[in-house]
């Protein structure tokens, strides 16, 4: 058996970007109480402006205003993650979801249909890309290793 870990690292902020006319905007997704507003995550165009992750929107508005923000929707992130779930399946009968941000599948049995690792790496990383979502592949002997 051969194992596949996706790591969806910017889940949040690629379910909302996907979605948008306007990939490269400068946003940020707010999540917190109303007095203590937080960035949970942000852009790559609002990550140029120097805005991080935990940055508080205070913060962030006294660094620049040059970036739009939104409350993080939690139900849109998991709606994103049900739908990588199911994309896996095309590679997989075994995928797993109980890691936060992550998916792991066994890819053995799928050798046989897309060719070796170097082939379904490839294949993975261009419908990942067409989806519109940031990602790191790894591949494992173990689904733990």
Same mark, same amino acid.
Request: charge should be positive.
């Given at each position: 058996?051969?194992?596949?870990?996706?790591?969806?690292?910017?889940? /949040?902020?690629?379910?909302?970007?996907?979605?948008?006319? #306007?990939?490269?905007?400068?946003? =940020?997704?707010?999540?917190?109480? /109303?007095?203590?507003?937080?960035?949970?995550?942000?852009?790559?165009? /609002?990550?140029?402006?120097?805005? *991080?992750?935990?940055?508080?929107?205070? @913060?962030? $508005?006294?660094?620049?205003?040059? +970036?739009?923000? $939104?409350?993080? %929707?939690?139900?849109?992130? $998991? $709606?994103? +993650?049900?739908?990588? @779930?199911?994309? =896996?399946?095309? +590679?997989?009968?075994?995928?797993?979801?109980?890691?936060?941000?992550?998916?792991?599948?066994?890819?053995?049995?799928?050798?046989?249909?897309?060719? %070796?690792?170097?082939?379904? #790496? *490839?294949?993975?990383?261009?419908?990942?890309?067409?989806?519109?979502? *940031?990602? *790191?592949?790894?591949? @494992?002997?173990?689904?733990?290793?």
């Amino acid at each position: 058996m051969r194992w596949v870990c996706l790591l969806l690292p910017h889940l /949040a902020m690629d379910a909302v970007l996907r979605q948008s006319s #306007e990939p490269d905007l400068a946003l =940020a997704l707010v999540s917190g109480p /109303a007095q203590r507003r937080e960035l949970h995550a942000v852009s790559p165009a /609002a990550r140029r402006l120097g805005l *991080r992750h935990g940055m508080r929107l205070s @913060a962030a $508005q006294a660094l620049t205003s040059a +970036f739009t923000h $939104q409350a993080h %929707d939690p139900h849109l992130d $998991q $709606q994103a +993650f049900d739908l990588l @779930a199911t994309w =896996a399946y095309g +590679f997989s009968s075994q995928v797993c979801t109980g890691f936060a941000h992550a998916l792991v599948l066994e890819i053995g049995a799928s050798r046989a249909l897309f060719g %070796d690792w170097t082939d379904i #790496e *490839r294949r993975m990383r261009s419908e990942l890309t067409a989806l519109g979502f *940031r990602h *790191r592949l790894v591949a @494992a002997p173990y689904p733990h290793a």
